[in-house]
């Protein structure tokens, strides 16, 4: 099981730093994706990065604004959050990349990752 915090209500233009850890397994053998789920959405995509850290893949939506990088020694992944907007609201969500899926992980789909966290949630707004 995974556990995400960080979020929190925010102005637009803030910033926020998600933290993505897990208590049971080791992080470093997988590669490890951000998601979001927006109200009445379904949930996307947000950024993903390999297990070694060398590879990472954005959503179009978020490129320049949201860094992902990850802390093997802490066993914990990052998500760097800034300028955000008011369609940047929803709860984030991280999960490791099911093996099964071979290095689809990297197009940053949900159904190719599994062990999802309780989430947290982004508010954004004035």
């Known amino acids: 099981q995974l556990v995400e915090s960080g979020g929190g209500l925010v102005q637009p233009g803030g910033s926020l730093r998600l933290s993505c850890t897990a208590s049971?397994?080791?992080?470093?053998?997988?590669?490890v994706g951000w998601f979001r789920q927006a109200p009445g959405k379904e949930r996307e995509g947000v950024s993903c990065?390999?297990?070694?850290?060398?590879?990472?893949n954005y959503a179009d939506s978020v490129e320049g604004r949201f860094i992902i990088s990850r802390d093997n020694a802490k066993n914990t992944v990052y998500l760097q959050i800034d300028d955000l907007k008011p369609e940047d609201t929803g709860v984030y969500y991280c999960?490791?990349?099911?093996?099964?899926?071979?290095?689809?992980?990297?197009?940053?789909?949900?159904?190719?990752?599994?062990?999802w966290g309780q989430g947290t949630q982004v508010t954004v707004s004035s």
């Open positions: 999960a490791v990349e099911n093996p099964a899926s071979g290095n689809f992980w990297y197009y940053c789909l949900p159904s190719d990752f599994t062990s």
């Open positions: 049971e397994f080791t992080l470093y053998y997988y590669a």
């Open positions: 990065i390999s297990s070694s850290g060398g590879n990472t």
